[in-house]
């Protein structure tokens, strides 16, 4: 086999890349893949391709595998480290193991620090190294955290992930590079719109391998890690376990608006996918803004639990199912029922309906704001003199103690802000929640307001 055609399989909102191989012989490999399996089988569909196997490099944090599905429905052969010990029928496999797969190998390499158990895979036909798929050990201009197994161990599992490095930095410069995880991943992947590389480009231009020193290389990566959604702390063991395979496409469910009055009453968190114009002008009193996008899963993830009775309002021609499979491959299941009619229906059988505005820059004068932002995105840059909570860390503290400021965020009327404005509509939906009034989103993002304000952006803490 001479020529060698991989397809990346890109999911932009949890910033990760699924692999298919196509192995020339009408059947398939597929490498990291999720739950959910829409875009994989369609990829696969196109090309005339059967999935014969699923390659997971680690114990995934931030999804559900799409592996167990993929044996169960496609006949495929899963193929995961034996240190996993996955529950479920599986190939395991040791550091130099090796699998034959209709002409071309896939051989095992140990490289722990991700995660413990970590594996990274080098793909050859006869004598050539044709590329390796490095999961979280190496990605595009960084490498993955190590505090997700335990906060406690991040320094030993970064000590880990650098002898990883070396061990991977020994395949030619000219080797392929397939990572998992990527720009907009909170596997501590840095922006930028490349996903896949080379060693070589790898070893020329990675901050993190500028230095052969093992004590700076953990220094660099221990400084880098940001926060995380909670979720990341249950999958690798619902992973481990097996996400039970679908006997059939997960569906919302309507419920009629007195029902969904009455499952709020009972303790039911109603999450507004909409546009957050569409939730400025109008939503139910006490739903969470969370506009479905991209990064949906996440946020749904770390400002709610999977144990909730959660409903979602939409509008029309928003697809229900994109709603249901961001959230299944993050684990939430429980993304099973909706408004239905939308907040017309909710208006018409005569609920209160609340609002929240939404202004641009030049609206706001001088009324104090909140930047709900990562902090890694508020010390590049944000607006003199504004206070800082991540919005996943607002959900916790307003709820720790609603009536007072903890974060020091400001009494009185607020502003808050992020980038664009989703986060923000979100950020003001958890502070109405918590008893908060006289608050405005803002449509726009710090250069916006420095401008109008006529101030620079501050830099730093």
Partial sequence: MT????????????????YLVDL????????????????????????????????????????????????????????ASTAGGRLFDHTGLADGDEVDLGGLRLRALRTPGHTDEHLAFTLHDGPRTLGVFTGGSLLVGAVARTDLVDPDRAEELARAQFRSVQRLLTLPDDTPVWPTHGAGSFCSAPAGADRT???????????????????????RLLASLGSYPPYFRDLPERNRRGPIPFQSDPRLRPLAAAEVARACNSGAQVVDVRPVEDFSHAHLPGSLSIALRGAFA????????????????????????????????????????????????????GFDVANTPLLPAASLDQRPLLDVRQQAEYVAGHVRGAAHVELGNLGRQTNDNPTDDPAGIPAGPLAVMCGHGERAMTAASVLERAGRTDLVAVAGGPEDVSKDRGTQLAVGR
């Fill in 24 to 79: 020339a012989d009408s059947r398939a490999l597929v490498v990291d893949a999720s739950r959910d399996l829409r875009a994989v089988r369609a990829a696969a569909e196109r090309r005339g391709l059967r999935i014969g196997w699923a390659a997971d490099t680690h114990l995934h944090a931030d999804f559900l595998s799409g592996a167990h599905d993929l044996s169960a429905h496609d006949g495929a052969t899963v193929l």
């Fill in 3 to 18: 020529d060698l055609t991989v397809h990346p399989v890109v999911d932009d909102g949890l910033g990760n890349t699924a």
């Fill in 298 to 349: 996440s946020w749904l993830g770390w400002l709610t639990t999977p144990d909730q009775h959660l409903v979602i309002v939409r509008n029309d021609d928003q697809d229900p199912d994109e709603i249901v499979w961001q959230a299944v491959k993050v684990g939430y299941d429980n993304v099973d029922t909706e408004l239905r009619g939308g907040i017309a229906a909710w208006a018409a059988a």
């Fill in 197 to 219: 590389t080379s060693i070589g480009t790898e070893r020329a231009t990675n901050p993190l391998l500028a230095t052969r020193d093992e004590d700076d290389f953990v220094a």
